[in-house]
T-cell receptor, first 109, second 115 residues
Framework: DAKTTQPNSMESNEEEPVHLPCNHSTISGTDYIHWYRQLPSQGPEYVIHGLTSNVNNRMASLAIAEDRKSSTLILHRATLRDAAVYYCILPPGGNQFYFGTGTSLTVIP | DSGVTQTPKHLITATGQRVTLRCSPRSGDLSVYWYQQSLDQGLQFLIQYYNGEERAKGNILERFSAQQFPDLHSELNLSSLELGDSALYFC??????????????FGPGTRLTVL
């Protein structure tokens, strides 16, 4: 099963870009990379997901390394509302989500 | 608002008791997932249903059971409650139940406190 490694915490200044890394060196060819976030006192919220090529949506961008052993979630302009725990998830065999401990993002005004 | 509703929001009960948590998925979603979030264990997958049938099982204790009804709402039953069962319980739903590619939409959670 592919395991993910994320930094425990990161800080960013408001209105600056944020790059949240995730290592998944044991990823298999069919594992999708998912990112969810959990704001304080709320349920997790979908951010983005991808397989091989970079992906963009209104919330963020996902940059996937060519060898797929790492990926980076990019928030283009951090706002205070982006302060949350960000989870990088690779469902093994597409069976279930393992959330891990995620990266706690602090946004400094 | 994800469109997933969970009731009740808060539940306080005593050890040894039994409780039922309810989840209504987003309109059109056929699959429901249950997760438990505690301080020491983080977010853990419990069980998934698709169109009334169990599809995947995670770290769900034998004292816990769930079902998905014909109208697609789901209930999680927790019995013989212990102090360690105190946690946030989240329900999520997705369209096709394909974990690899579906987006899961999470409800606001039910906070269970066992005294």
């Amino acid at each position: 099963d592919a395991k993910t490694t994320q930094p425990n915490s990161m800080e960013s200044n408001e209105e600056e870009p944020v790059h949240l890394p995730c290592n998944h060196s044991t990823i298999s060819g069919t594992d999708y990379i998912h990112w969810y976030r959990q704001l304080p006192s709320q349920g997790p919220e979908y951010v983005i997901h991808g397989l091989t090529s970079n992906v963009n949506n209104r919330m963020a961008s996902l940059a996937i390394a060519e060898d797929r052993k790492s990926s980076t979630l990019i928030l283009h302009r951090a706002t205070l509302r982006d302060a949350a725990v960000y989870y990088c998830i690779l469902p093994p065999g597409g069976n279930q989500f393992y959330f891990g401990t995620g990266t706690s993002l602090t946004v400094i005004p | 608002d994800s469109g997933v509703t969970q009731t009740p929001k808060h539940l306080i009960t005593a050890t040894g008791q039994r409780v039922t948590l309810r989840c209504s998925p987003r309109s059109g979603d056929l699959s429901v997932y249950w997760y438990q979030q505690s301080l020491d264990q983080g977010l853990q997958f419990l069980i998934q249903y698709y169109n009334g049938e169990e599809r995947a099982k995670g770290n769900i204790l034998e004292r816990f059971s769930a079902q998905q009804f014909p109208d697609l709402h789901s209930e999680l039953n927790l019995s013989s409650l212990e102090l360690g069962d105190s946690a946030l319980y989240f329900c999520a739903s997705s369209v096709e139940g394909k974990v690899a590619t579906d987006t899961q939409y999470f409800g606001p959670g039910t906070r269970l406190t066992v005294l």
